[in-house]
């Protein structure tokens, strides 16, 4: 998950400069050098600053050497000083020998792509074929950029989930979690005569503006799921579903009203004060560290967001995606673009590597067919919990494509939802304003 700490678009001025001053293409090396043959070719590849993606990028790197032996691939972490994003834009001005790396989600990669740092993959030799490979062509729809071109080759994508309690809400006399906002809604009432003490939602940084990537799992999730995908924002423009926005902001605001949201407590859903919250695959491993009391398939269930009243029962809501993808960068000789491009096109055209990526991680890849491909049918079976994410891989919308992504975060948790949610403002107003506010940051 994007590790919060915020990154300023001018820094891409940095990496522009560097570009400029090393020609963009570096030193050319011709050769055969990605299938093994002609001049040796090396590559720096940066995985996430995560252990097991670490594991996995070497693991990958030293068995592709094995048949590949003019090839040398260094795999190494992301710094992080004081983000990963801030290191790969430092390693980019000081004409680094990084090549190509992980961990990239869209909005950072806007950044990227204005700056001019990295490659359009949908021009290289491949492409196509691996992301037939990959049932990947919905996918990768969601992160094309305005000009057309595919500069983020998707590798992972956590489509959001919320988690609910249901041995509370079978004291309840529920069966099965509600769905639509008036459902929550009239569970609230339940819950308060029951337990007054109790909540529906806990969702701490909902009033804090300035955690502005906690706007993708409170407001982010529910307008996918409400708009049926429908983009927020295309190129400069404002493009969201006025309606879909409306009803998201009064239902947050009436479960504010009402005294159903919970703001100030830690791990509230897995201690049993909240029965309803936004949950990562990333929280199973530390529930069965810290809460193994807690068994999904029992005492909780997933489920996709909730959406509207009179929302289709039979379409599958949208959600939000914390996704990140890879990238090669342009300041790499041609040699080693090359390299690097068969390199991260051998691992991913074969599923048995992103096996590997899932067992190894615990995070679904970006694939079209998780829950029908028979390589992962063992592994899902196995892990119930995590074939949840797998299903949900098809509905997840990747974040807005700007690279003004933190201030836009911010004036949306300022103008929109604080006012909002606190009865300040209607939700008319406040997403009136909100328009004109982001029109200020994008001019």
């Known amino acids: 998950m994007f590790n919060g700490r915020i990154i300023r678009s001018c820094l891409s001025v940095v990496v522009l400069l560097a570009l400029v001053l090393s020609g963009c293409g570096g030193s050319k090396q011709e050769g055969g050098a990605a299938s093994g043959q002609g001049d040796k070719v090396s590559i720096v590849f940066w995985s996430a600053p995560n252990p097991t993606q670490e594991k996995f990028?070497?693991?990958?790197?030293?068995?592709?050497?094995?048949?590949?032996?003019?090839?040398?691939?260094?795999?190494?972490?992301?710094?992080?000083?004081?983000?990963?994003?801030?290191?790969?834009?430092?390693?980019?001005?000081?004409?680094?020998?990084?090549?190509?790396?992980e961990n990239i989600f869209v909005g950072f990669g806007a950044q990227l792509v204005n700056s001019e740092a990295v490659v359009p993959l949908d021009t290289l030799p491949g492409y196509d074929e691996l992301i037939q490979a990959r049932k990947a062509e919905a996918i990768v729809a969601d992160w094309k950029y305005p000009d057309g071109h595919q500069y983020i080759l998707p590798l992972y994508s956590n489509a959001m989930l919320f988690a609910w309690r249901m041995d509370i809400l079978k004291e309840l006399g529920y069966a099965e979690p509600p769905r639509t906002y008036g459902e929550i809604l009239a569970l609230g009432e339940k819950l308060k005569a029951k337990y007054p003490d109790k909540y529906v939602l806990t969702r701490k940084l909902l009033l804090d503006p300035n955690s502005w990537w906690e706007r993708w799992f409170d407001f982010f999730i529910l307008y996918?799921?409400?708009?049926?995908?429908?983009?927020?924002?295309?190129?400069?423009?404002?493009?969201?579903?006025?309606?879909?926005?409306?009803?998201?902001?009064?239902?947050?605001?009436?479960?504010?009203?009402?005294?159903?949201?919970?703001?100030?407590?830690?791990?509230?859903?897995?201690?049993?004060?909240?029965?309803?919250?936004?949950?990562?695959?990333?929280?199973l491993p530390y529930w069965k560290e810290?809460?193994?009391?807690?068994?999904?398939?029992?005492?909780?269930?997933?489920?996709?967001?909730?959406?509207?009243?009179g929302f289709p029962?039979?379409?599958?809501?949208?959600t939000f995606a914390d996704a990140k993808g890879v990238v090669i960068y342009k300041?790499?000789?041609?040699?080693?673009?090359?390299?690097?491009?068969?390199?991260?096109?051998?691992?991913?055209?074969?599923?048995?590597?992103?096996?590997?990526?899932?067992?190894?991680?615990?995070?679904?890849?970006?694939?079209?067919?998780?829950?029908?491909?028979?390589e992962f049918e063992p592994y899902l079976k196995e892990n119930p919990a995590l074939a949840r994410y797998?299903?949900?891989?098809?509905?997840?919308?990747?974040?807005?494509?700007?690279?003004?992504?933190?201030?836009?975060?911010?004036?949306?948790?300022?103008?929109?939802m604080v006012p909002v949610i606190t009865g300040q403002k209607t939700p008319e107003q406040a997403f009136d304003d909100l328009v004109a506010a982001w029109a200020e940051v994008l001019r």
């Open 390 to 416: 797998a299903e949900a891989v098809p509905t997840g919308v990747p974040p807005i494509k700007h690279e003004k992504f933190v201030e836009l975060h911010t004036r949306l948790g300022e103008t929109l």
């Open 331 to 374: 300041h790499a000789s041609e040699a080693e673009q090359q390299a690097a491009w068969e390199f991260i096109k051998w691992v991913l055209s074969d599923p048995k590597h992103d096996r590997q990526w899932l067992e190894m991680t615990g995070l679904p890849p970006a694939r079209g067919d998780l829950t029908t491909n028979p």
């Open 57 to 101: 990028w070497r693991t990958m790197a030293e068995e592709y050497m094995q048949s590949h032996p003019n090839v040398q691939i260094e795999v190494a972490p992301i710094p992080e000083s004081p983000s990963s994003e801030a290191g790969i834009l430092t390693a980019l001005s000081s004409g680094s020998k990084l090549t190509a790396s």
């Open 224 to 283: 996918y799921a409400a708009s049926d995908g429908a983009p927020f924002l295309t190129g400069t423009e404002v493009t969201a579903d006025r309606d879909a926005v409306m009803k998201v902001m009064r239902f947050l605001q009436e479960m504010n009203q009402r005294g159903y949201v919970l703001t100030n407590a830690e791990d509230a859903f897995e201690q049993g004060l909240a029965v309803w919250d936004v949950v990562g695959p990333w929280a």
């Open 290 to 309: 810290k809460y193994p009391e807690l068994k999904v398939g029992e005492n909780v269930v997933f489920t996709p967001p909730p959406v509207p009243d």
């Open 313 to 318: 029962s039979d379409k599958a809501p949208k």
